[in-house]
């Protein structure tokens, strides 16, 4: 009978067997690290962008504070303009309110029965000295300035008896007071 030695056979295949798994095992290493090595540079290009985008979008941060900083100032310009467009329209309108005062109370005098002695303004208030013909002028000068819409609170503080110096009149001396009202800018423009 023939004998056949296979233990060298079964060493080389042992061998065989050893070399193989030992050339997966470095394959499968080299593999991995290969994926490692992508996966990174995957990574750190993606890391790279962002930090791009974070840097673009700070630069338009830093472009629109600056534009916020602008607009702040305009709109701080624009608010000291409205406030001097707003006190010179009060000044405009203020300067005619004494001429239309005067006006008003030229137009409520009894004619050739009354004149002024006296005018004074404080604050609202107005106060008027006059000397009129008789009790029925006062009066009616009275009601006159009660109807009329620029004068409220109208009070005859006092009248009293006045003659005159080189004719023998008895003359009605008075002392009104009253308050001035706010006209309207739409009535004020359409008095005008």
């Excluded at 540079?41 to 890391?47: C, E, H, P, R, V």
């Excluded at 916020?68 to 000044?91: F, H, T, Y």
């Excluded at 002028?137 to 609170?153: H, W």
């Amino acid at each position: 009978m023939i004998r056949i030695n296979l233990l060298p056979y079964r060493a080389a295949r042992k061998k065989e067997n050893v070399r193989r798994q030992l050339n997966i095992f470095i394959g499968s290493v080299i593999i991995i690290f290969g994926l490692i090595y992508l996966v990174n540079l995957y990574l750190g290009n993606q890391i790279k962008s962002l930090n791009a985008e974070i840097a673009s979008t700070r630069e338009q941060v830093a472009k629109y504070q600056q534009i916020n900083k602008e607009i702040a100032e305009i709109k701080q310009k624009l608010a000291v303009l409205d406030r001097k467009i707003g006190v010179i329209s009060s000044l405009q309108q203020d300067r005619k309110v004494p001429v239309q005062n005067l006006d008003s109370l030229y137009q409520l005098v009894v004619e050739k029965r009354m004149w002024y002695t006296l005018l004074a303004e404080s604050g609202n208030s107005l106060k008027i000295s006059g000397i009129a013909v008789d009790n029925q002028t006062v009066a009616d000068y009275l009601k006159r300035l009660e109807k009329s819409d620029r004068f409220t609170n109208v009070k005859l503080a006092s009248i009293k008896q006045h003659k005159a110096q080189n004719e023998n009149l008895n003359l009605k001396q008075f002392d009104i007071t009253f308050d001035k009202t706010k006209i309207d800018d739409t009535k004020a423009k359409a008095n005008e």
